[in-house]
């Protein structure tokens, strides 16, 4: 059965950064692409990153930019999210999730079949 299990949330200040990782069990992570979702209390969740199957092509939107950094290891099918010059309005719950092997061209979650339980993040002094 596919499994996502994202870790490394935590309480950061604000300008400091964690990596979040997304083991993965269950189905073979080499033909999926990964995507990072955030969701805060009271909003829609917003997609924040993805790396396609072949690690050849990755999507930031501009709100994290620069400061985030996706990256993917299969022989340990794991995924991680560098981020970095964390912000307050970064306090999310954070998800990945496994879909096609293409990035879509924009974030959605309808794309994604398998889901994580996410990871919280709250970035306050």
């Known amino acids: 059965q596919p499994q996502l299990v994202e870790s490394g949330g935590g309480l950061v200040q604000p300008g400091g950064s964690l990596r979040l990782s997304c083991a993965t069990s269950g189905f073979t992570l080499d033909y999926y692409a990964i995507g990072w979702f955030r969701q805060a209390p009271g909003k829609e969740r917003e997609g924040v990153s993805c790396?396609?199957?072949?690690?050849?092509?990755?999507y930031y939107p501009d709100s994290v930019k620069g400061r985030f950094t996706i990256s993917r290891d299969n022989a340990k099918s794991t995924v991680y999210l560098q981020m970095n010059s964390l912000k307050p309005e970064g306090t999310a719950v954070y998800y990945c999730a496994a879909g096609p092997p293409s990035c879509p061209l924009v974030p959605a979650t309808e794309w994604y079949d398998y889901w994580g339980q996410g990871t919280q993040v709250t970035v306050s002094s």
């Open positions: 790396i396609s199957s072949s690690d050849t092509s990755t």
